[in-house]
């Protein structure tokens, strides 16, 4: 107990260095090409601090994704106590989601690599569970709109995956290839979709 106290006390912010480190390498070279004594070592800690917090590589690596879901969850539910219709408050999401990736660019491009790059030997995670955050919001927000007599009684699940879709797009643009970057593209596309699911549209 003594030992641990001492390892607490020795590395004040240990904890969020870690993560902090963790995320920028596995962004950087892959969860298979990071090492626990390389992050121990750009954090400033010893190992033995690094497995007090995590217990091991693989407890570091769950963390910053419990981490990222946690902000995920946080960002939807002030999505969706919000107020306005439909098309406010899915903008809301888009501003919302870009001002959360830009504050934590190393985290989205390493979840963004995990889901998109080659294997990279990490214990095992359902990815899938960020979207599902995802569709559920934006087909809350949409049977919202249905029920207010606001938008068209259309699958909900469909709107949902159309206005995912675009803003993943656009993330994608805007990260990877940024000369073309364009923070308003994203805001623009879903205006333009968001005519043809308006209530009172011809078919």
Known sequence: MKNKKRLKAAAPNARERLLETAIGMFAQKGYAGTSVREIAEQAGVSKPVLYYYFKSKEGLFLAILEMAENLQKQLLTE?????GNVLDRLLMLYRRVYAEVEAHRSLYKMIHGLIFGPPQGTPDYDFTRYHRHMID???KIYDTGISGGEVKKTAADEVAYLVLSLLDFCLHMDQFQPQ????????RLLRLAFQGIEKGMVN
């Open 137 to 139: 919001a934006i087909r």
């Open 79 to 83: 999505v969706l106590e919000s107020q």
């Open 180 to 187: 073309s970057s364009d923070a308003q593209r994203a805001e």
